[in-house]
């Protein structure tokens, strides 16, 4: 049993023990802080001032500048997200038929590849706009699904579309909602479900249609989501007099005005039916401008306006609530609108058009500058030739630029001639020129399309096969195929 003095002389010592320790661990713990604070670590560097004060920004713009800083001989670009190459860095992204680590090489017998649309003829009217269409976002640029109050849209972004459109006068836009669609192409199946009877056992399914020779993309998608609502029903040729088409079918019918492939302007051939006219080439630089469109819904996309058609941005201009309301929907349930940091970039890009317009750096008179004289040089060669010919297209007055003008189109619609030439592909394929054969498009094997709306280095060489295959026509042969095929 514990005495009184022990218990005492005990609790002393633990006492003494407690206050020593206690004693050691603040000593410790402000010589802890007073290294932390005062001795080993430096204060925070100042960032890094422009005169006009930037900070954060700066390290981003360095890293821009850095890329685009690399010379790829006008032949390639370097991109911010492109592969790392042996320096740690990015390398040159080469345009087809140039190689070598600046572009600098030239493939010998090179394959012209004129498939697809991708609308590059604008990336140099970009880099001479570096410094007014750049955006820089910071890391918490909107984080949110929503934009603004509550909306997925961007609010300014509907207004300079608006104003884009009532200043280049090629739609009205006034009495119309605005959807936005990540593509286009989202909007192709969000305007079908939209004007599709609500699925109900009592109406039949909507028929999709199109007029030959349409864009393929069309008929994909209605087929690939095919349902109770609509369905894929084939061309307008096959309905325009059929009197099974009354008044119990709804009937959709895809138009496109300017048309892809052919490039001539389009109306609806189905009349009282409902009608998606995809307006994607109504713009200046590759149509006359007759009229404002003023259809009940229409398509529009940045992909072949600006040329931005890696952003994936695309709007429908439609004039009754109720269908504009469940196309809204359908973006809304398949992609909860569209990407926030895309509609910043678009809102720039649209800001930089605007303030061109009419301008000595107006995008439209550039680009028609870049469009009409390629289209007048394939010409000028494919005139000379029996074995292919073009569509027929001539001057045509243009509200936009007030006066008539020479035909701009994004594409070549080549008919094969020759019967032997039943397969106008494989026919340009064999003299090394890549095409997109008109059966994707219903029109035939007859038929091929050739995109002019790719870079310069593409179109060159476009011309180059094309010049060849037409020459190898007075000896009566056709043009070696390219060994690089
Ligand atoms: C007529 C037409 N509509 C729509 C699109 C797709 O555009 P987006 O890039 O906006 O999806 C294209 C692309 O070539 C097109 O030719």
Not at 236 to 262: C, G, K, L, M
Not at 440 to 468: H, M, P
Request: glycine share 6%; aromatic share 10%; net charge negative.
């Amino acid at each position: 049993m514990e005495t009184g003095w022990h218990r005492s002389q005990s609790l002393g010592s633990a006492g003494l023990r407690l206050h020593v320790l206690l004693c050691s661990s603040l000593l410790l713990n402000a010589l802890f802080i007073a290294q932390k604070f005062l001795r080993t670590s430096p204060p925070p560097t100042a960032p890094e001032r422009l005169g006009d004060g930037l900070s954060w920004a700066l390290q981003a713009a360095k890293e821009a500048e850095d890329v685009a800083a690399v010379d790829c001989s006008g032949h390639g670009s370097v991109f911010l997200d492109g592969v790392t190459g042996e320096y740690g860095r990015p390398g040159c992204e080469c345009n087809s038929c140039f190689s070598g680590p600046d572009c600098s090489v030239r493939t010998p017998n090179c394959a012209a590849d004129a498939q697809s649309g991708d609308p590059l003829f604008l990336e140099p009217y970009w880099m001479r706009h570096a410094a007014a269409s750049t955006v820089v976002f910071s890391g918490w640029h909107r984080l949110s699904y929503i934009t603004t109050d509550g909306h997925f849209n961007s609010v300014e972004l509907d207004r300079q579309i608006r104003r884009l459109h009532r200043a280049v006068g090629n739609a009205v836009v006034d009495d119309k909602y605005l959807v936005f669609g990540t593509g286009s192409t989202h909007l192709i199946n969000a305007l079908v479900y939209a004007l599709s009877p609500e699925g109900n056992a009592a109406s039949p399914p909507a028929s999709v249609v199109a007029t030959v020779p349409y864009f393929a993309m069309y008929r994909s998608q209605t087929v690939m989501f095919d349902g109770r609502e609509y369905r894929w029903d084939g061309t307008t040729a096959a309905w325009a007099n059929n009197s099974s088409r009354n008044s119990t079918r709804d009937f959709i019918e895809f138009v496109i005005s300017p048309n892809n492939p052919d490039s001539t302007l389009h109306k609806p051939v189905l009349t009282g039916s409902s009608a998606i006219v995809d307006h994607a080439y109504y713009w200046p630089h590759l149509t006359h401008i007759p009229a404002p469109a003023d259809e009940d819904v229409m398509l529009f996309t940045t992909s072949k306006l600006s040329g931005h058609a890696g952003s994936r941005f695309g709007w429908a201009l439609v004039r009754d609530e109720k269908v504009a309301k469940r196309a809204i929907s359908y973006t809304e349930q398949s992609t909860v609108g569209t990407s926030r940091d895309t509609q910043l970039r678009v809102l720039k890009i649209l800001e930089v058009i605007l303030a061109n317009l009419h301008g000595k750096e107006d995008i439209f008179a550039i680009g028609y500058d870049v469009m009409s004289s390629r289209w007048r040089r394939l010409n000028a060669v494919v005139s000379r030739s029996t074995r292919i010919s073009l569509q027929k297209m001539p001057p045509q007055y243009c509200t936009y630029f007030n006066r008539i003008k020479e035909p701009s189109p994004s594409y070549a619609w080549v008919k094969c001639e020759w019967e032997e030439d039943d397969d106008c592909y494989e026919t340009l394929l064999a003299a090394g020129i890549i095409s997109l054969t008109g059966n994707v498009n219903e029109a035939g094997t007859r038929y091929t399309r050739l995109s002019l709306i790719k870079t310069q280095d593409d179109f060159d060489v476009l011309l180059e096969r094309i010049t060849e295959f037409v020459d190898a026509e007075k000896h009566g042969r056709a043009p070696a195929a390219s060994s690089s095929m």
